[in-house]
C-alpha cells in the first residue's frame, strides 16, 4: 500500500528542510519533512485560510489535521491570550508541529496525535479550523463538518478551506444543512473559505 500524509506512521526516507513562511505579517519558521502534507511550502490553500481566519484574542482554537503547523501556530500567535489545541493522526506532522512551536517561541499550544476529533472528547472551542484532507474522501470531509459542530460552543465558528474543483460546492451544502448559516469568505484562485456559525437550535 503506498502512504499518504494522512498515514499514522510515515515510513518515507527523511528529507528535512526549513521554511520561512510570510504570515498574517510575520516570519514564521517551519521544519518540514517528506511523508507530511506539503512539505515543501505552506501550500496555498492553507494560506488563503490563514489570511481570512478571524480568531479572537481569547479563543480556544481547535486545528483538525494541523500537519507540521502553519494555520494552528498562526492562530496561537492571534489568541495570544488563548489556546490552540492541533490534532493530526499522521505521528510524524505531530512531532514537527510540536519542534516548530518550541522553534517560534509558541507555547499557547497543545499538539496531539489523534485520528480526526478522538483526542478532545468531550471538549468544546470557539474556533475550529481545518484544511480537509481531500483525498480520504467526501465522507472523511464531511465528518470532520458534522464532529466541528458538536465540538463548538454556541456562537462558534468553522473555519474550512475547500477547493471549487475539489467538492466546495457540495461542502457549502453540508455545512448549510448542519449549520444553516454559511459565509463564503473569500475565494482564491479556486480555492473558497467557509465560515459556519454554530447557533444555538
Known amino acids: 500500500m503506498s502512504q499518504h500524509y494522512y498515514s499514522s506512521q510515515p515510513e518515507a526516507s527523511h528529507d528535512r528542510r526549513y521554511l520561512d513562511e510570510h504570515l498574517r505579517g510575520q516570519v514564521l519558521r517551519f521544519v518540514s519533512d517528506a511523508g507530511v502534507f506539503s512539505k515543501k511550502g ?24 494541523c500537519g507540521y503547523g502553519p494555520i494552528g501556530l ?19 506532522a505531530v512531532e514537527l508541529a510540536k519542534e516548530n512551536a518550541k522553534l517560534n517561541g509558541i507555547s499557547n499550544v497543545t499538539i496531539l496525535e489523534s485520528d480526526l476529533f478522538a483526542g478532545v472528547a468531550g471538549k468544546n472551542f470557539d474556533v475550529v479550523l481545518s484544511n480537509p484532507p481531500i483525498r480520504t474522501g467526501k465522507q472523511t470531509v464531511h465528518s470532520i463538518f458534522e464532529q466541528a459542530y458538536v465540538h463548538l460552543r454556541d456562537g462558534g465558528a468553522l473555519w474550512i478551506v475547500i477547493q471549487k474543483k475539489q467538492g466546495a460546492p457540495s461542502a457549502k451544502a453540508k455545512l448549510e444543512d448542519l449549520f444553516g448559516q454559511v459565509e463564503e469568505v473569500t475565494k482564491d484562485k479556486g480555492y473558497r473559505i467557509f465560515k459556519a456559525v454554530k447557533i444555538s437550535k
Open 42 to 65: 505552506v501550500d496555498y490553500g492553507s494560506k488563503v485560510l490563514i489570511e481570512a481566519m478571524e480568531i479572537p484574542e481569547h479563543a480556544e482554537v481547535l486545528d483538525v489535521g
Open 74 to 92: 498562526t492562530a496561537a500567535k492571534l489568541a495570544a491570550g488563548g489556546h490552540v489545541t492541533m490534532l493530526d493522526v499522521n505521528s510524524r
